[in-house]
Nanobody, 125 residues
Framework: QVHPVESGGGLVQAGGSLRLSCAAS????????MGWFRQAPGKEREFVASINRHGDMTRYADSVKGRFTISRDNAKNTGYLQMNSLKPEDTAVYYC??????????????????WGQGTQVTVSS
């Protein structure tokens, strides 16, 4: 098992940037695909981005494509989400997720079995 722990959330003005980190303890992080999801109040949890085990294949939601970048450093057991050109509609709790089987192409939250506790990102207008 892995135990993801997110950090790096906060309050930022529209147009600003934040970098979220996901530190994973437990089994070798490089054996897991990794994804980022977010959930705004009153809304369902939605896919943001995912990355394969080697870190050379990624997938993004259309709403963040060109603004967010997912990456990972398996030597540090850590994943990242660089968020640029933030908008008020990006405000949500952001979750890091991991899964041992499956593909980075999967975008359903039910496809991931290991979750962090979430970190709040608030973008002011």
């Amino acid at each position: 098992q892995v135990h993801p722990v997110e950090s790096g959330g906060g309050l930022v003005q529209a147009g600003g940037s934040l970098r979220l980190s996901c530190a994973a303890s437990g089994r070798t992080f490089g054996s897991y695909i990794m994804g980022w999801f977010r959930q705004a109040p009153g809304k369902e949890r939605e896919f943001v981005a995912s990355i394969n085990r080697h870190g050379d294949m990624t997938r993004y939601a259309d709403s963040v494509k060109g603004r967010f970048t997912i990456s990972r450093d398996n030597a540090k057991n850590t994943g990242y989400l660089q968020m640029n050109s933030l908008k008020p509609e990006d405000t949500a709790v952001y979750y890091c997720a991991a899964d041992y089987s499956g593909s980075y192409l999967q975008i359903g939250h039910y496809d991931y079995h290991y979750w962090g506790q979430g970190t709040q990102v608030t973008v002011s207008s």
